[in-house]
T-cell receptor, first 111, second 115 residues
Framework: SQQGEEDPQALSIQEGENATMNCSYK?????LQWYRQNSGRGLVHLIL?????REKHSGRLRVTLDTSKKSSSLLITASRAADTASYFC???????????FGQGTTLQVKP | DAGVTQSPTHLIKTRGQQVTLRCSPK?????VSWYQQALGQGPQFIFQ???????QRGNFPDRFSGHQFPNYSSELNVNALLLGDSALYLC??????????????FGPGTRLTVL
């Protein structure tokens, strides 16, 4: 399916450490998007990487995309307590015109 | 520039009742998508509206219906509510361009509780 599958399901780190989350998918995509959700609130778009891009940076975020392996990773460097949230990847395909979210990775950053 | 707004914030209904949720997209956006998010789960795609028509639909029964108005705002209607419909309902807006899935801006959601 087009659904992104995040790994790990949960991650707990200390403030200042780096956090890496992975995403796998099964179909061809036009882009892949990462979103963050603070507890019980709406999702916030973090970054969009297109299928012809391999790496993209935005502040402390680094996203990689390997279309041959149908996988992506999100790296948050120098994490902060405020980064505590759930993170979702969403592969986007013009074949379906919609985003399908996985269950996400719950990140806890301890002060 | 107002972002995506949703109303109401919270709603409590009983089984069998009907509910209408509302969404105003981000200024300049013409596409609205609705998602249902159960506790501890990722958002599940319900449907998407563009040019006042339902363009895409997820695996949801006909009890879930929607509408998009000429000003691009949208409503989600759920009939014959079940306990399992209790969830956070999220609206997301985007700029529809040739079917590509672009960045979506989400509203804060409506928390629906069915008793």
């Amino acid at each position: 399916s087009q659904q992104g599958e995040e790994d790990p399901q949960a991650l707990s780190i200390q403030e200042g450490e780096n956090a890496t989350m992975n995403c796998s998918y099964k179909t061809s995509i036009n882009n892949l998007q990462w979103y963050r959700q603070n507890s019980g609130r709406g999702l916030v778009h973090l970054i969009l990487i297109r299928s012809n891009e391999r790496e993209k940076h935005s502040g402390r975020l680094r996203v990689t995309l390997d279309t041959s392996k149908k996988s992506s990773s999100l790296l948050i460097t120098a994490s902060r307590a405020a980064d505590t949230a759930s993170y979702f990847c969403a592969p986007g395909s013009s074949n379906t015109g919609k985003l399908i979210f996985g269950q996400g990775t719950t990140l806890q950053v301890k002060p | 520039d107002a972002g995506v707004t949703q109303s109401p914030t919270h709603l409590i209904k009983t089984r069998g009742q009907q509910v209408t949720l509302r969404c105003s997209p981000k200024s300049g956006h013409d596409t609205v998508s609705w998602y249902q998010q159960a506790l501890g789960q990722g958002p599940q795609f319900i449907f998407q509206y563009y040019e006042e028509e339902e363009r895409q639909r997820g695996n949801f029964p006909d009890r879930f219906s929607g509408h998009q108005f000429p000003n691009y705002s949208s409503e989600l209607n759920v009939n014959a509510l079940l306990l399992g419909d209790s969830a956070l309902y999220l609206c997301a807006s985007s700029l529809g361009v040739g079917g590509l899935v672009n960045e979506q801006f989400f509203g804060p959601g409506t928390r629906l509780t069915v008793l």
